[in-house]
């Protein structure tokens, strides 16, 4: 019990840390996105008030930009007392609380250029008006559905205005007046989408990168686990040793006492096992010293046929015993490497190759 509500603990803990490193993940996000929203939005603005420009009363129109300009400066002012990159929880919930209410005083000034300076526009005018609105509903959507509350603060008020002021001034056709109110609820759907995409790309990013260092830590365990193991083996290679040579000459003195025919056969097995036992462990000891880097490679040129004649003299009889022809092929091939290495390297190739 105590088991299972410790790691359930810890699982909760993770899952803690993961929402706090997504959300300081979406707030870096929609900072490095200000910028390029701020310039957008104020290139619609200018490009509105030329065109409303000889329509409007100038004065009127130059408040407006004045207005956008001074929302700009903001902008690029919010962006910087927000720089670094660190964002605890209380910061990032206090820039997207702020962005919140930014975004809807742009959203609204929006709507009042759509109030007062749309109906006096002609058919030109209003199309090019309606051109800054779908252009700024779609950057809102990319930059600022990473945190959704704000799309929806920075959309919504200006959107709704275009719609309420086509249809009660009745200045444009109809397609107009469907077209945008198609466009609202199409964007919402498709910020709130993409909201979540990212959101869960973020969460399993995170995921991943545990699921990794867990991983690099697991590996790392199980080879100290084995270097110990190999360690523990080279220097114990000796005692471990011990046994088989004294079982070795314990066969040796039994096999010339006086024995029937049918113990020599047992004590022929006997004699069998124990080889291989012999160099089962020779090989597990051999190996356990070079992993555990106990053995240092002696590195000189020597003839490769040497130590395979050795090989053959060594193995075949076992390789006759179960019918097979061992053959070594003749070579004046000459190797630079440590003889003894590549000889244990061989031999239990061979042994293997023999016995399987």
């Not at 699982?11 to 929609?30: G, T, Y």
């Not at 056709?173 to 609820?185: G, K, R, T």
Request: proline share 4%.
């Amino acid at each position: 019990m105590l088991r299972a509500a410790a790691a359930w603990s810890l699982k909760a803990s993770c899952r803690v840390q993961i929402d706090h490193a997504i959300l300081a993940e979406r707030a870096r996000h929609v900072r490095r996105n200000i910028p390029a929203t701020a310039l957008t939005n104020l290139t619609g603005v200018c490009t509105t008030t030329a065109v409303f420009w000889g329509v409007v009363e100038p004065v009127y129109l130059a408040l407006w930009l004045g207005g956008f300009v001074a929302l700009t400066l903001y902008w690029f002012r919010f962006n910087w007392l927000f720089r670094g990159p660190a964002f605890p929880p209380e910061r990032a919930h206090s820039m997207f609380r702020q962005l919140c209410g930014l975004a809807a005083v742009i959203s609204v000034a929006w709507s009042i250029g759509m109030f007062f300076f749309f109906p006096k526009g002609e058919l030109v005018q209003q199309f090019a008006f309606i051109c800054a609105i779908v252009l700024l509903g779609v950057c809102s959507a990319i930059s600022l559905s990473l945190y959704y509350p704000a799309f929806l603060c920075a959309f919504l008020p200006f959107s709704l205005s275009a719609v309420y002021t086509i249809a009660t001034q009745k200045i444009i056709f109809n397609s107009a007046l469907l077209s945008v109110m198609m466009f609202i609820p199409t964007m919402v759907i498709f910020a709130r989408h993409l909201s979540l995409l990212v959101i869960r790309s973020l969460q399993l990013r995170f995921e991943n990168d545990d699921l990794v260092i867990e991983l690099k830590q697991q590996k790392n365990v199980a080879e100290l686990a084995t270097v110990a193991k190999s360690r523990f083996l080279a220097a114990a290679s000796h005692d471990l040793r011990q046994p088989i040579h004294a079982q070795g000459l314990f066969l040796e003195v039994l096999a010339r006492s006086e024995l029937s025919p049918s113990q020599h056969a047992v004590l022929a097995s006997a004699r069998s096992a124990a080889t291989a036992s012999a160099e089962m462990l020779n090989t597990l000891l051999d190996f356990s010293r070079v992993e555990a880097g106990v053995v240092d490679a002696q590195m000189r040129p020597f003839h490769l046929q040497l130590l395979l004649h050795k090989i053959e003299n060594e193995l075949a009889p076992q390789a006759n015993a179960k019918g097979l022809f061992y053959r070594t092929r003749e070579t004046y091939a000459a190797v630079q490497s440590d003889p003894a290495l590549v000889e244990m390297i061989l031999r239990n190739l061979v042994t293997n190759a023999i016995r399987y």
